[in-house]
């Protein structure tokens, strides 16, 4: 399929959904290719119309639009295909940042392509990637989750179930629920990982300040304007513990509750293939 890539027509030969991110708070962050298809395209499917106006008015794009959200993106892949199928092009926008990460999207993508027509991605800003880039962590991995649980007891149980993963961990929170999830995040992961907080980016009030995990929710409770805001919360690997892998001691942990300490040490070892005798010395530690 061929991409006809000049700046008179940046569109697929033929009809395509163009993915398209938009910025998290700047205007200018905008890319030159996402103005040219925005241009272009016959019809912008937009999370909140209106609030994209906003953005689209600022650059001079009319286009015409429709609302495309969690709540009706089933019905709106089918007016979208119909469109598609009808010769138009279309453009997938959000609020703010790439589509389907963490946003609708992945749903409309998905009934596009088993359609049969090209999706095509034209990249920009992410607040995970953002977040990262000005974090200061190290970690040669991150696992992306986005939005925890609403719900406390959802949230700790996801949270042990992240916890043995030697990754940076990145998650997505809203300012009304940031201060019960970092009191999670305190209670279930080590208190030496180092926590970064990385709210309002690219706006008037961005802020990304980093700290061991267990000083967290003295900051945040020291001034309330630190609890405002879009949130990105990353979270550094666990501590290397010296001869057993943070997994070992997840799973080590997990079977003492229900197995004597020498079978849950013999299994622990034979699931996570850590020594046996390190993980019979840490069960008698952690009995102790």
């Known amino acids: 399929m061929a991409i006809l890539l000049n700046e008179e027509n940046p569109l697929h030969a033929s009809p395509a959904l163009y993915v398209v991110a938009t910025p998290l708070g700047n205007r200018l962050d905008i890319s030159l290719r996402a103005l040219a298809v925005l241009r272009v395209v016959g019809t912008i499917a937009a999370e909140d119309t209106r609030h994209s106006l906003r953005l689209l008015d600022a650059h001079g ?164 304007n630190r609890q405002r805001g879009e949130f990105v919360l990353l979270v550094g690997p666990a501590p290397q513990r010296e001869g057993l892998p943070p997994e070992a001691e997840r799973v080590l942990k997990l079977l003492l509750a229900e197995l004597p300490l020498k079978t849950a040490a013999k299994l622990a070892a034979e699931i996570t293939g850590a020594a046996k005798n390190a993980l019979y010395e840490l069960g008698l530690r952690l009995k102790a």
């Open 61 to 224: 794009i009319s286009s015409k639009m429709l609302a495309l959200h969690e709540h009706n993106e089933q019905e709106g892949a089918t007016r979208i295909i119909a469109l598609l199928e009808a010769g138009q092009h279309v453009a997938l926008i959000t609020d703010a940042g790439t589509p389907a990460v963490s946003d609708p999207g992945a749903r409309l993508v998905a009934r596009v392509q088993e359609a049969g027509f090209p999706v095509v991605p034209v990249p920009g800003a992410c607040a995970a990637i953002a977040a990262l880039s000005a974090s200061g962590l190290a970690a040669a991995h991150f696992h992306f989750h986005g939005f925890l649980p609403p719900k406390p007891t959802a949230r700790r149980t996801t949270l042990e179930g992240l916890r043995g993963i030697d990754a940076a961990l990145v998650f997505y929170e809203a300012p009304h629920r940031v201060l019960e999830t970092v009191e999670d995040l305190a209670a279930v992961l080590e208190p030496e990982r180092e926590l970064v907080f990385a709210r309002e980016l690219t706006k008037l009030f961005e802020q990304i300040a980093r700290m061991p995990l267990g000083a967290a929710l003295e900051w945040l409770r020291a001034d309330p």
